[in-house]
């Protein structure tokens, strides 16, 4: 089974078909409500309902997640009816499964109850039509990689008393996406070094992104948040609130970070805590989604990202 724990929640939406061919005749008795077992549709719009619901439990690798919607539509033809499923849920992984097991249910059904009426059933097909909320429905795309910049903060791995973790998971994590590492240093937990280095990459090196590490817990030493915020144009609180919200559901000791966010210019910063569990947690949590800012700082609005075809 594979581990998801670390994937944020997002609206999950998955639609699948299933086609289960017949005479004509039979389709007529369905129709008109003349089959024995009772009303058809119906009961296999139960049954397809009750099977979604239970797919983890069908299917070994399916994980369980709660299903907020499910629907099922017919469309009843000459000699066939197809049944068409949408299922909805706000979770970490993808309701295709739920789906595709709703229409397969129901065609089953379909089958069980027409058996009788008709020795030349056959369900023909069964197929997902649409997913969406997935991760890669978050991947903005860019005419140039983004120029992003790391500083690790910390006066013990300056002095090189302590071996930089977290800027390495951070350097190691932007190379899934379009991201150029144009500068990576690591500084003391110096207020007025942080300030200036931060408008060098920004002013001077027109960065797009900047990512701090360290120094935004509640030691006397840990003054990134101050030296960040005299340099920033406008806070974005919607980020640091993410990735407190997300690390706050795997320890309790996210709320002791006092990680900041905003714009200077057309770069975007952004504060993450020093610990190695704590930048993955973090960047978990922000990617790919954050990258959508930089259409927005440019002026690009905020249309949703294009699939590609």
């Not at 724990?5 to 008109?32: D, G, N, P, Q, Y």
């Not at 797009?208 to 406008?234: C, F, M, Q």
Request: some cysteine.
């Amino acid at each position: 089974m594979i581990d998801i724990s670390s994937k944020f929640e997002t609206l999950r939406e998955a639609r699948a078909e299933a086609r289960v061919k017949m005479a004509e005749s039979t389709v007529e008795a369905v129709r008109k409500g003349r089959v024995p077992k009772g009303n058809v549709l119906e009961i296999a719009r139960v049954a397809a309902v009750m099977a979604a619901k239970k797919t983890s439990e069908l299917i070994p690798f399916c994980h369980p997640l709660p299903v907020d919607f499910v629907g099922i539509d017919y469309e009843m033809k000459k000699n066939e009816i197809a049944i068409r499923s949408e299922v909805r849920s706000i979770w970490k992984t993808g309701v295709e499964m739920e789906a595709l097991t709703a229409v397969s249910v129901a065609a089953l059904t379909v089958y069980d109850m027409l058996k009788p009426l008709d020795k030349g059933l056959v369900i023909e097909r069964i197929v997902l039509l649409e997913k969406k909320g997935g991760k890669s429905d978050f991947q903005d795309q860019f005419p140039k990689p983004l120029k992003t910049g790391v500083l690790v903060i910390s006066d013990s791995t300056f002095k090189g008393k302590r071996k930089d973790k977290s800027g390495e998971i951070i350097r190691n994590r932007l190379k899934e996406y379009p991201i150029i590492l144009e500068e990576f240093k690591i500084l003391p937990d110096d207020k007025e070094i942080i300030s200036k280095e931060v408008i060098r990459l920004s002013d001077k090196q027109k960065l797009d992104i900047i990512i701090t590490t360290g120094g935004t817990g509640l030691g006397p030493k840990d003054v990134t948040p101050e030296a960040t915020k005299e340099v920033l144009d406008r806070i974005v609180p919607g980020i640091t609130e993410v990735m407190r919200s997300f690390g706050q559901k795997r320890t309790p000791y996210a709320m002791l970070s006092r990680n900041l966010a905003g714009v200077r210019g057309k770069t975007l910063i952004i504060n993450l805590p020093g610990s190695s569990r704590g930048a993955e947690e973090s960047m978990n949590s922000l990617f790919p989604g954050v990258l959508h800012s930089m259409k927005m700082i440019r002026g690009g609005g905020h249309n949703s990202p294009k699939k590609k075809k």
